[in-house]
């Protein structure tokens, strides 16, 4: 099969489009034919070697962390799938490699794709849409009447959250640029802030919960605009030390863990705020879930561009410069 590669770490360094053999399947996974691919900055991040530690893989790999495709074969021991289904996932870490033409995905990981969306569509969402879900729902335990600040709202993670924090009853701010102020309210955004012209930090006040996706600047502000008892989630900066403990890291890097969040966590603290850093986790339960949302008209993807197959890597240097609204995804088939 045709696939990208990452032969070593490096920023800017670009992947290999190499011939590989077919994936091999274990017997609680599906072979899923990849008919597009959603490109994350995730992939960026591990290409350029930031998660070394937290997350070892032995190189070469095929980055890649969303899909959406076909049923081609299903492991002995797989009971919900069957060729032909179409499908979308986030495949787990060790496991990924959607930039390419076949790819194993646990069957807990998977879930049927949303019936009114095209290949490109579902593949943009399940790595955004797993990250806001598990951000919101379960972390923040969002409840109706409650306010919570979404930072970057024209961006992938921040055009799904804002959707699912208003279909949750929550009173919805978020920041973006000049050109992406309508894009925000079109999705349901209530205070839709210009970071170019205004500072969040002097429009919030007594927020229950912050989704944090910026610099370390942003996320110390960003305990200014909390309410005592608020919380404080980041995709972004700091892990704390319960990631360090459920990612299974060796004691040396817990320790670092530890170490690097103390500063954040005792001014959490000292305001009353609780603080936690999420690294998503693949959930086909989940998914579908989310799918229940697209099906019901709840929820819209926001997409960019799609780039062919073959311009992988110019994909990734669009997702880099930022600029994007909504997910980038290449075509594969």
């Keep these: ?120 569509e579902a593949a943009s969402i399940p790595l955004v849409a797993l990250t806001a879900w598990q951000a919101l729902v379960e972390k923040a335990k969002l409840k109706k009447g409650q306010k919570v600040f979404i930072q970057a709202g024209s961006g992938g993670v921040g055009t799904f959250a804002i959707q699912l924090a208003k279909h949750l009853g929550a009173t919805v701010a978020t920041t973006t640029s000049t050109t992406n102020v309508a894009l925000a309210k079109s999705l349901g955004a209530d205070v839709v802030i ?51 403990k459920e990612s299974g890291a060796p004691g040396f890097v817990k320790l670092v863990i530890r170490l690097l969040s103390s500063g954040i966590r005792r001014r959490a603290k000292s305001r009353g705020v609780g603080y936690s850093f999420l690294f998503m986790k693949a959930s086909g339960h989940q998914l579908g879930e989310i799918t229940r949302l697209f099906d019901a008209g709840v929820i819209r993807p926001v997409m960019d561009r799609v780039f062919p197959f073959e311009s992988t890597n110019e994909a990734l240097a669009y997702v880099e410069t930022g600029r994007a609204k909504g997910k980038v995804v290449v075509k594969v088939r």
Excluded: C, W
């Excluded at 012209?197 to 305990?223: A, I, P, W």
């Design 1 to 120: 099969m045709k696939a990208f590669i990452l032969e070593q770490y490096g920023k800017k360094r670009t992947l290999r489009l190499a011939d590989m053999p077919n994936p091999e399947l274990r017997d609680d996974e599906v072979l899923v034919e990849v008919h597009a691919a959603g490109v994350n900055l995730l992939d960026s991040k591990i290409r350029n070697g930031e998660f070394k530690l937290i997350l070892p893989y032995r190189l070469p790999i095929i980055p890649g962390h969303d899909v959406a495709g076909i049923v081609v074969k299903v492991g002995p021991r797989v009971r919900h799938f069957k060729p032909g289904d179409e499908v979308y996932a986030r495949p787990d870490d060790f496991r990924i490699g959607t930039f390419a033409e076949f790819i194993p995905v646990k069957e807990t990981s998977l879930a049927l794709k949303p019936k009114g969306l095209t290949m490109e």
């Design 194 to 244: 210009d970071y170019k012209k205004q500072d969040f930090e002097d429009v919030l006040r007594d927020y229950d919960v912050v989704l944090n996706s910026q610099d370390g600047k942003t996320l110390e502000k960003s305990l200014r605009v909390l309410k005592r008892g608020g919380k404080l989630i980041s995709i972004s900066g700091l892990p704390d030390p319960e990631f360090g």
